[in-house]
C-alpha cells in the first residue's frame, strides 16, 4: 500500500462514540463490497487529550482515486449506514498522506 488515507469528522458534542460506531460500519461494508482496505476508526468525545468531537476513519490504498470515477457505484448499503448520523456531522474532511515503504527509503 502506498497511501495512507483518513476522512475527519468534526461531530456535534457528546455524538463521538454513536458516529464512530456508524462510521465502522459503514467501514465494514465499504470492505466487504472490496472498494477498501480494512480501516481503523478511532474518535475523541472529549475522555481523552487532544481535539474532542472527532471521528477518524483510516485505510490503506495504492491509489488516490476518486469515488465520482466512472463505473464506481457506492454501496447503497453504506449510504443507509451512514443515514444514522448525518445530522451529528457538523463537517468532514479528507486527508491524504504517503506511505513511507523500504521502496521508498533514501540513503
Same mark, same amino acid.
Given at each position: 500500500?502506498?497511501?495512507? *488515507? ?12 454513536? +458516529?464512530?460506531?456508524? +462510521? ?25 487529550? /487532544? ?11 495504492? #491509489? #488516490? ?7 464506481? +457505484? ?7 449506514? /451512514? ?5 451529528? *456531522? ?18
Amino acid at each position: 500500500m502506498s497511501y495512507v *488515507i483518513r476522512r475527519v469528522y468534526t461531530v456535534k458534542p457528546g455524538s463521538a462514540r454513536r +458516529v464512530a460506531t456508524t +462510521v465502522a460500519k459503514q467501514a465494514e461494508l465499504y470492505e466487504e463490497a472490496g472498494q477498501r482496505s480494512p480501516c481503523r476508526v478511532y474518535f475523541n468525545g472529549g475522555t481523552v487529550p /487532544g481535539e474532542k468531537d472527532r471521528v477518524y476513519m483510516e485505510w490503506t490504498s495504492d #491509489i #488516490i482515486d476518486s469515488p465520482y470515477r466512472e463505473g464506481n +457505484v457506492i454501496p447503497r448499503s453504506v449510504i443507509e449506514a /451512514g443515514a444514522n448520523s448525518r445530522d451529528d *456531522i457538523i463537517e468532514s474532511r479528507i486527508e491524504f498522506f504517503e506511505l513511507m515503504v523500504p521502496a521508498k527509503f533514501q540513503e
